[in-house]
């Protein structure tokens, strides 16, 4: 394979909701974020692995960890912000520095299972691939069709329409079974880094390649639970290495 600048950009903001400094909180002995960043520089195809906060003690563990890191602005560490501004801030910070990139790969710290054979497996199948971009899944046991919201009165809404229910429970039964459904689990994703920036338009209208991942490993975590079985599958994996 022709050799590429290929970088890999983690988002690590100070704010977090559910686990309060989650990206840095202690995981099987290290910050959690530092399981990402080691990952990025042991990947074969990742140049250089940029890690983007608006938190300075975010920042000096990125750096003691080996990442570079681009100071992002605290208007764009908002938990409702699009990762395409955080794409826009790092293309902004780079072409000042008059560095520009083939391919860019998010690695979002909340990940900790992902490894770099991970990375590799994923970005030799996009290359190989015509597909503008890359995103890894998950199986998932829910459908649309078993999912509701809640009104304000407490009435359940289902999510999808009564003809789009019959559409789907005739498809479900010519198979004899639920078919197998995926969901975007956040592992990873790989796109070009110039023409990127409608990235979850893509995504969205499903120009995009799939990576399959276990969901043993593709725990995002999101709740005190879910930090809680990622630390233990990375301790049980410490201890299967050292065998």
Excluded at 53 to 78: C, F, H, M, N, W
Excluded at 114 to 140: C, G, Q
Aim: hydrophobic share 35%; net charge neutral.
């Amino acid at each position: 394979m022709k050799k590429y600048e290929v970088v890999s950009l983690i988002p690590a903001r100070g704010g977090s909701e559910r686990i309060p400094r989650k990206n840095i909180k202690m995981m099987a002995g290290k910050p959690m974020m530092a399981w990402s960043i080691e990952a990025s520089l042991k990947s074969k195809y990742i140049t250089r692995t940029f890690v983007s906060t608006e938190d300075q003690e975010i920042k000096e563990i990125a750096l003691k960890y080996g990442a570079e890191v681009v100071d992002r602005p605290a208007e764009l560490s908002e938990g409702q912000i699009s990762i395409d501004f955080v794409l826009f801030h790092l293309r902004y910070h780079l072409w000042k520095k008059r560095y520009q990139p083939d391919y860019i790969i998010f690695l979002h710290p909340t990940s900790p299972l992902r490894t770099e054979k991970h990375i590799d497996e994923a970005f030799e199948m996009y290359f190989n691939s015509d597909f503008p971009l890359l995103l890894s899944v998950s199986p998932t046991s829910y459908s649309a069709c078993d999912t509701y919201s809640i009104e304000e009165n407490g009435q359940l809404k289902p999510l999808l329409t009564i003809k789009d229910r019959r559409h789907y429970e005739k498809f479900r039964g010519e198979f004899h079974e639920k078919p197998l459904l995926y969901r975007d689990d956040g592992f990873l994703s790989i796109g070009p880094y110039h023409g990127t920036d409608y990235f979850s338009f893509l995504a969205i209208n499903g120009a995009s390649l799939a990576y399959k991942v276990s969901p043993e490993n593709a725990i995002d975590v999101d709740t005190p639970l879910d930090f809680q079985i990622a630390e233990m599958l990375l301790n049980k994996r410490i201890e299967k290495d050292k065998k």
